[in-house]
């Protein structure tokens, strides 16, 4: 092996000591890495292993000589920082579109950006809930294939897993066939959707991902979502998703609504802070927004008992009525 080559080698090697030995609280000196290159293989002795060091340095690695904790070298730029693997780490344990499997692997993959370290102390926190956690091995082909759908504006077709009971009282899977012009991917409700139009109707319609099966593009151009929806030029996900309420779809109306200022965090959390407020009194105050009439906002509305009030449409109205009486009516 040419010289070259040799020392191109033990620099890249003392660069993979310090993503897997050092961090801030465990820095990692020239002997031990000069002992972990033998162990693998790569002699260097301490001035090879500074020399390797320094042309880290020059070439842009942020590597800190460090006295404290313990005198050593540790790797300061990272993909991501300690709290930013934690962050990753928690929103997959906690997806349950995520597969067991899927998530066991992620969190390895995460975990292999930290130190050894950071590693042992990652790990006392990490506890995956399988209860929640979906089975379908499918779900990371299908956003694949139909992502691809999306981009190139065609049509597809799938099996949609749906439950049924049984005449013997057992829990069955029943598959449903569609053709779908689809349209966007929605994380929403802790669950994946795809928001798409069936071609049988004039309308969006929302399913699972991960009750999704066989996926398939067609060859056939999708329908144009300005035919089923109010969006003309560009299908606004930001826009529809905080219009949509628990994934039900509904016709599009303007809502005014009344609500106690004890409420005023999770009006804002939903509808964000850009509602215009008005008639701010006796501890209340009341805005208008566009919202799709739906049970998933019935559902949410019912949530706050007498801390909010439909102020109009009727419609709305008349749907909160003939809940809350239907509900009386169970338990009488």
Not at 78 to 88: A, R
Not at 129 to 156: P, Q
Request: a neutral charge; aromatic letters at 10%.
């Amino acid at each position: 092996m040419p010289k070259s080559s040799g020392q191109q080698v033990k620099v890249l090697a003392i660069l993979d000591i310090l993503k897997r030995y050092s961090d801030e609280e465990n820095p990692i000196n020239a002997i031990e890495i000069s002992d972990k290159l033998s162990e693998n293989g790569v002699e260097a002795e301490r001035k090879a292993v500074y020399r390797g060091i320094e042309a880290l340095v020059d070439y842009g690695y942020d590597i800190i000589q460090t006295r404290s904790p313990r005198a050593g070298y540790y790797l300061a730029d990272k993909t991501f920082e300690l709290p930013e693997i934690y962050l990753l780490t928690d929103a997959v344990q906690a997806a349950s579109f995520i597969t067991i499997k899927k998530t066991r692997e992620l969190v390895r993959k995460l975990d292999a950006m930290l130190s050894e370290g950071e590693r042992r102390k990652r790990e006392k926190g990490i506890y995956i809930d399988n209860g929640h956690k979906c089975e379908n091995e499918e779900i990371y082909y299908n956003i694949d294939t139909l992502s691809r759908a999306i981009t190139d504006k065609k049509k597809v077709t799938l099996s949609y897993i749906v439950r049924n009971i049984s005449e013997d009282r057992q829990l069955v899977s029943v598959n449903k066939e569609y053709k779908l012009s689809p349209y966007a991917l929605i994380w929403q409700n802790e669950h994946y959707y795809l928001v798409a139009n069936n071609e049988k109707y004039d309308n969006l319609m929302h399913i699972r991902l991960d009750r999704i099966k066989k996926v398939a593009v067609t060859k056939e151009n999708w329908r144009h979502f300005s035919q089923v929806s109010v969006y003309k030029d560009k299908f606004d996900i930001a826009d529809y998703t905080a219009k949509s309420f628990q994934m039900y779809t509904g016709q599009l109306k303007e809502v005014t609504l009344r609500c106690n200022n004890s409420i005023i965090e999770q009006v804002v959390d939903r509808f964000s802070d850009k509602i215009f407020i008005r008639n701010v009194e006796d501890g209340s105050f009341s805005f208008s927004t566009d919202v799709i009439l739906s049970e998933g906002l019935v559902n949410w509305l019912l949530q706050f008992g007498d801390k909010i009030k439909v102020e109009s449409p009727e419609e709305l109205k008349i749907m909160i009525k003939e809940r809350v009486k239907s509900l009386s009516e169970i338990y009488e």
